[in-house]
């Protein structure tokens, strides 16, 4: 990767703002009270940016773990040499001797994950290998039932294979506070849960279970470390907490060609547009094999040239966009903003109903990424 001061592009890029990143970092930490660890998940390419620059960066600026989804990209980080313990969220049993043998440390979300790591782990000579407990208290996803706990417990206290590093949970609605009377249950389930476990343990694991707006909206689950994705990333979950926080990206691209479309010539394939008028069409080299979907078609999104928007029309072609610039003073190599941290890319995805964690993490890695420092 190139780094860069800011700079208009040439091309599709994607630029990422590490001052941003740390800006973003240290908000969320001033919500936390100093004893408090720090998990930054960086999972799916940390959201879409650039999976080794951000975990270096937090490294650097004090993040306490590291989060991935799968196997393979905690080792991607390991071997770009980053030491930060790292807790993989979503192991398969196929892969687990690559967490041992990476010094990665997984997420026992179920009875069979449990059993089949005690056996990797023996079989590897381990003795007290950390492993993290997720139970499952109302997002029904990955994790234990509150009946499993009395087995979890006896596995545990039987094997010397492992040791218990954290015993975690994760919120549902911990964005809205309409569901706050839920969010509240999930604390206080995850309260007994873990003070079961540790009253049968003789050390104490750390105990998390906020994500952002558990950060933000619940001080009093913090427990002994909390887990930050979007937050750190730039975006809140809300209006309000949106101000305090900065998009670390900007996607960006540049006009490579202007059509002037007579009533009823058409734009695209399957003539999905058609003028009625005399318009200026913009071609893009941007695509939805960068992470520009086709629901971004039609109208259901735009672009941003010299501060006005462009809808898009027709639709969006593997490669290419192309967008109406009617009213727009502009020419062929223009910068063309898609999102950054003014016209964000929350709002871009509003705007084709769907939400910007989707929009982010799906722009192609073969946009060529720019590190701003």
């Given at each position: 990767?190139?780094?860069?001061?800011?700079?208009?592009?040439?091309?599709?890029?994607?630029e990422?703002?590490?001052k941003?990143?740390?800006?973003?970092?240290?908000?969320?930490?001033?919500?936390?009270?100093?004893?408090?660890?720090?998990l930054?998940?960086?999972?799916a390419?940390?959201?879409?940016?650039?999976?080794?620059?951000?975990a270096?960066?937090?490294?650097?600026?004090?993040?306490?773990?590291?989060?991935?989804?799968?196997?393979?990209?905690?080792?991607?980080?390991?071997?770009?040499?980053?030491?930060?313990?790292i807790?993989?969220?979503?192991?398969?049993?196929?892969?687990l001797?690559?967490?041992?043998e990476?010094?990665?440390?997984?997420?026992?979300?179920?009875?069979k994950v449990?059993?089949?790591?005690?056996?990797?782990?023996?079989?590897?000579?381990?003795?007290?290998?950390?492993?993290h407990?997720?139970?499952?208290t109302?997002l029904?996803?990955?994790?234990?039932g509150i009946?499993?706990?009395?087995?979890?417990?006896?596995?545990?206290?039987?094997?010397?294979?492992?040791?218990?590093?954290?015993?975690?949970?994760?919120?549902?609605?911990?964005?809205?506070?309409n569901?706050?009377?839920?969010?509240?249950?999930?604390?206080?389930?995850?309260?007994?849960?873990?003070?079961?476990?540790?009253?049968?343990?003789?050390?104490?694991?750390?105990?998390?279970?906020?994500?952002?707006?558990?950060?933000?909206?619940?001080?009093?689950?913090?427990?002994?470390?909390?887990?930050?994705?979007?937050?750190?990333?730039?975006?809140?979950n809300?209006?309000?907490?949106?101000?305090?926080?900065?998009?670390?990206?900007?996607?960006?691209?540049?006009?490579?060609?202007?059509?002037?479309?007579?009533?009823?010539?058409?734009?695209?394939y399957?003539?999905?547009?058609?003028?009625?008028?005399v318009?200026?069409?913009?071609?893009?080299?941007?695509?939805?094999?960068?992470?520009?979907?086709?629901?971004?078609?039609?109208?259901?999104?735009?672009?941003?040239?010299?501060?006005?928007?462009?809808?898009?029309?027709?639709?969006?072609?593997?490669?290419?966009?192309?967008?109406?610039?009617?009213?727009?003073?502009?020419?062929?190599?223009?910068e063309?903003?898609?999102?950054?941290?003014?016209?964000?890319?929350?709002?871009?995805?509003?705007?084709?109903?769907?939400?910007s964690?989707?929009?982010?993490?799906?722009?192609?890695?073969?946009?060529?990424?720019?590190?701003?420092?």
């Amino acid at each position: 990767n190139l780094k860069i001061g800011m700079h208009n592009p040439k091309e599709t890029i994607l630029e990422i703002n590490l001052k941003h990143v740390k800006h973003n970092f240290d908000y969320l930490k001033s919500k936390l009270k100093p004893s408090i660890n720090f998990l930054a998940v960086v999972k799916a390419f940390a959201y879409g940016n650039d999976a080794i620059t951000i975990a270096k960066h937090l490294e650097k600026i004090g993040a306490d773990y590291l989060a991935v989804a799968y196997t393979q990209e905690g080792i991607t980080l390991r071997e770009a040499g980053i030491s930060l313990p790292i807790l993989v969220l979503h192991p398969q049993t196929s892969n687990l001797k690559k967490v041992i043998e990476y010094c990665l440390e997984p997420n026992i979300y179920n009875k069979k994950v449990l059993k089949e790591f005690i056996l990797v782990s023996k079989s590897e000579n381990q003795k007290n290998y950390p492993v993290h407990l997720k139970f499952n208290t109302g997002l029904n996803r990955l994790g234990f039932g509150i009946d499993d706990q009395d087995f979890v417990i006896e596995a545990i206290q039987k094997t010397q294979f492992l040791k218990i590093k954290s015993v975690f949970s994760h919120l549902a609605a911990s964005e809205d506070l309409n569901e706050k009377a839920f969010t509240l249950n999930q604390i206080e389930e995850f309260r007994l849960i873990s003070k079961n476990i540790l009253s049968n343990l003789d050390y104490k694991p750390l105990l998390h279970i906020c994500n952002t707006s558990g950060i933000l909206n619940f001080p009093e689950a913090h427990f002994d470390m909390v887990r930050s994705g979007i937050g750190v990333y730039g975006f809140g979950n809300s209006i309000e907490e949106q101000k305090n926080l900065i998009p670390i990206a900007s996607l960006k691209t540049v006009i490579s060609q202007i059509h002037n479309l007579k009533v009823g010539e058409s734009v695209g394939y399957n003539r999905a547009y058609k003028s009625n008028g005399v318009n200026r069409i913009a071609t893009l080299p941007i695509g939805h094999a960068d992470g520009i979907s086709r629901i971004y078609g039609n109208s259901k999104g735009y672009v941003v040239i010299n501060n006005q928007k462009a809808p898009v029309v027709g639709n969006v072609c593997m490669d290419m966009v192309m967008v109406d610039i009617t009213n727009i003073e502009c020419k062929e190599g223009d910068e063309v903003i898609v999102f950054n941290d003014v016209f964000t890319a929350e709002e871009l995805a509003e705007s084709a109903a769907t939400i910007s964690y989707e929009l982010i993490t799906s722009i192609s890695q073969r946009v060529k990424r720019k590190i701003v420092e």
